[in-house]
Structures are given as C-alpha cells and as structure tokens.
C-alpha cells in the first residue's frame, strides 16, 4: 500500500480511506484549520517545509479579562435599574401571570358555576351562571 505524508506533521502513514487523505489523524486535521486561520499563509506549503515553522504556536491573547468587585457592583447596579425600568414602563395587562393570577384561575374553573355577567337577572331576582357539566345557563340566588 502507498504511504502519504501528513501536511500537518509530516510524518508518513497509511491512509484509511478511498480518497487522498492529507492529514495522518483528525487532530492533524484541526490543528492544521487553526493555523491556517491564525497565521496568514503567504509562503507555499514547500518553503513552509524547508524553513521549519513551529506548527504549534497560538496566537497571543491581546486583552485579558478579569472579575473585579466593581465590576460585579456595576453589573447589579445596571440590573436593578433595568428590572426597575421594566417593571415601571411594562402595562399591568403585559405583565407576566404570579402564582396567585394561576390560583385564581385554577379556582374559577373548577367552580362548576360560572357567573354571567352580561345577562339580567331574572324576575325572581337570581342572577345568570353557566353550568359547565350541563352546558346550560341556571338561575341562582348570590349571598
């Protein structure tokens, strides 16, 4: 079998698929991406070779970022305000539902009643309720 040698590390291997493979391994082939996208490739592959460039440098890093106690105040601070902002500027109707808007509605439905507010009340003075097992509109007396 024909052996290749690996653009990456240019050692030789044999390859383990049908088409021309030209890393000996996965991590090669990562390896060679990044540097490709870290360094500018401006000399062919054959002077890259000849001249022995370090394959495994990594970029410097230009700013490095640190946590400070200020800027965790800052942070909350900007948080706060937001939240406030938000809670000031937002209409009760765009309001998220609380736990106690779900247990209310949780209440309302399993009443089997429902008052209807639209309707009057009849001439024996009881007030309009769907009753929602039959479906049907009954007339009761409010305490």
Do not use: W
Request: overall charge positive.
């Amino acid at each position: 079998m024909k052996l290749y040698t690996c653009e990456y590390c240019y050692n030789e291997f044999e390859p383990t698929r049908r088409r021309v493979q030209k890393y000996c391994s996965n991590t090669c082939r990562s390896k060679a991406y990044h540097y490709r996208k870290a360094v500018p490739n401006t000399l062919p592959t054959s002077q890259l070779k000849n001249e022995n460039i370090s394959t495994t440098s990594t970029p410097s890093q230009t700013k490095t970022e640190t946590i400070s106690a200020a800027g965790i105040g800052n942070a909350a601070a900007g948080n706060i305000i937001a939240d406030g902002l938000k809670a000031l500027l937002t209409s009760s109707e765009n309001k998220p539902a609380t736990k106690k808007d779900i247990a209310d509605l949780k209440a309302l439905f399993t009443n089997r009643y429902l008052p209807i507010n639209n309707l009057v009340k009849n001439h024996y003075g009881q007030s309009p309720f769907y009753d929602i097992e039959t479906k049907n509109v009954v007339y009761l007396h409010t305490n």
